[in-house]
């Protein structure tokens, strides 16, 4: 098994933290993984995207164009990667500030309302767990007791009171995914 | 059980250093590598290994406290990323010229002049062809992986003390900035000041009446004498040339085409020969791990073996040189790179590779 993923939106959105996290949560579950990030000025508004590969082999290239999964937070995003998607992959996306939605018809495209369930319950500040939860549920591909252990590893100790919300996110993120077809 | 972390590449080898005894670090930050200096001040080294983490006024003063370092036999290193690695060129010459051991890194951005913040290999020449006067050599390792910017502290010490030479680490954006996971081995203790006296006989440990003074310059007006330190100096080169190549080959035994790429462009074209052995194409990699001293002989061997050789490097063309002087004409030897920050594709680069050897 190896999944090549792109996570893209606005610097501040959590965008490399959630590639963290999901980084981290493989290597607890003894995957080998990358994270590579677009760094620098995207950090201060504009757009970031990280890559995050997780696999049971070593991992060859950190840098890819092709994805298996890209996860899409903002319109840029969008129109940069829609087409990076390998046929049959996965696209999610947050429709929240999406004009023109995904027009392939040769990948699974499935929408998460990440940014308006998390400020509805409060919890806009971790909205990207809701879109970790979204991905993992269809994906399956690392356990939650080992997602537990990835909060643990990338949240620094004073924050681990934030894990129980954080997993309260990811459930929620898990329900509230939907699939979206595209007509022809 | 052996320690296993998710960092980054100047997370690694910032941690890497502090195992391998290092005494000290001098830098000034500059993007894509001040996670370095952060680490190192975040791990609060003085108090952890006795180690002394400065952040100096500029890197001019940074590479002159590592001159300082060094001569007291110390284990030094400054690290910085392109335009900081040029400033610091004069006091790696005279380095050079007094056979002083460190430690340098640079985190490769893209230039020339202040450039991009984004990764580059374009900084070859300057590390292998000598960035400052006169005729001298690094020992030159190049990363490929979180886990090698880890590995080659220790590894950049031992060689940098066994051969009295500078080593140059020479990463680039890519890995300094990505996470992978790394397996951290026991710290190395610092040297006692007892044991730098009795291991560096040349160091400026303060004079005892049993042996001359330890003048350490690398200046000498009398030609004779300093042609005759030169000499020794490439004869140390070419001892170097003998017994340190190191590289890595991936699906050689085979091969008919053969990618030649180090640091991030490695681990791209590492990708390309997998999608092109799917597609039935016999193509290997050759990955250098030392820049200097460079692999001339495994690739003039495989030279005889396949029938074409395609450079991949995020230059115009700077290690294909050494390719094509390894190869001398044997085969043709192709260089394709991209510029200013961008980083090829793994199907782009064997798209590269398929024109200019197959399809051709």
């Known amino acids: ?184 | 059980m052996k320690e296993i972390r998710l960092m980054k590449g100047n997370e690694a080898i910032a941690e890497g250093v502090i195992r391998a005894g290092c005494d000290g670090y001098f830098g000034y930050p500059i993007t894509p590598q001040s996670e370095v200096l952060e680490y190192l001040m975040a791990t609060a080294t003085e108090q952890r290994t006795g180690m002394v983490t400065l952040q100096a006024e500029s890197e001019i003063a940074s590479i002159h406290m590592v001159y300082g370092g060094a001569a007291a036999g110390k284990r030094v290193m400054t690290s910085s990323s392109s335009p900081g690695i040029s400033l610091m060129q004069e006091g790696i010459s005279f380095m050079a010229g007094t056979e002083l051991p460190c430690l340098l890194l640079n985190v490769v951005r893209g230039g020339p002049g202040l450039g991009t913040i984004q990764p580059s290999q374009s900084d070859y020449f300057q590390s292998v062809k000598g960035g400052g006067h006169g005729d001298y050599k690094m020992i030159v390792l190049a990363p490929a992986s979180v886990q090698e910017m880890y590995d080659f502290a220790k590894l950049g010490f031992e060689l940098a003390f066994k051969h009295r030479i500078q080593v140059m680490v020479l990463s680039d954006g890519a890995i300094g900035q990505m996470m992978e996971k790394v397996e951290l081995d026991d710290a190395v203790p610092r040297w006692s000041d007892e044991e730098i006296v009795k291991l560096h006989p040349w160091a400026t440990t303060g004079k005892t009446p049993d042996r001359e003074r330890n003048i350490i310059t690398s200046l000498d007006l009398n030609p004779v004498k300093q042609e005759i330190i030169n000499q020794n100096l490439q004869k140390k080169f070419r001892h170097i040339e003998e017994t340190e190549v190191r590289f890595e080959e991936f699906m050689c035994d085979d091969a008919e085409y053969l990618f030649v790429a180090y640091g991030s462009s490695a681990r791209v074209c590492q990708k390309a020969v997998a999608i092109g052995r799917e597609k039935g194409i016999k193509v290997g990699l050759l990955r250098p791990i030392t820049l200097f001293p460079f692999p001339s002989k495994e690739l003039a061997r495989l030279a005889k073996q396949v029938k074409g050789m395609q450079a991949i490097e995020m230059s115009a063309g700077q290690m294909v040189e050494d390719v094509r002087l390894a190869v001398n004409g044997a085969v043709p030897v192709e260089h394709y790179g991209r510029l200013g920050g961008i980083i090829p594709a793994p199907d782009e680069v064997l798209h590269v590779l398929e024109q200019n050897f197959i399809h051709s």
């Open chain 1, 1 to 184: 098994m190896t999944e090549e993923i792109i996570i893209a939106g606005f610097g501040g959105q959590g965008v490399l933290s959630m590639g963290k996290i999901l980084a981290y949560s493989g290597m607890m579950q003894d995957k080998e993984v990358s994270w590579f990030p677009s760094y620098g000025p995207e950090m201060r508004g504009g757009t970031a995207n990280v890559t995050v590969i997780i696999s049971d082999e070593r991992i060859s290239s950190p840098i890819l164009n092709k994805f298996d999964t890209a996860i899409i937070l903002n319109q840029q995003s969008m129109d940069k990667f829609e087409s990076s998607v390998k046929p049959g992959g996965l696209l999610i996306y947050d429709p929240n500030g999406i004009v023109h939605h995904p027009t392939r018809t040769d990948i699974n495209i499935y929408t998460i309302d990440a940014a308006d369930e998390a400020a509805k319950l409060g919890l806009a500040k971790i909205f990207n767990m809701f879109v970790l939860g979204a991905f993992l549920k269809i994906k399956p591909l690392i356990d939650d007791e080992y997602v537990h252990k990835g909060l643990e590893k990338s949240l620094p100790l004073r924050r681990h009171n934030l894990i129980p919300e954080n997993e309260k996110a990811i459930a929620k993120g898990k329900e509230l995914v939907t699939e979206r077809f595209v007509l022809n």
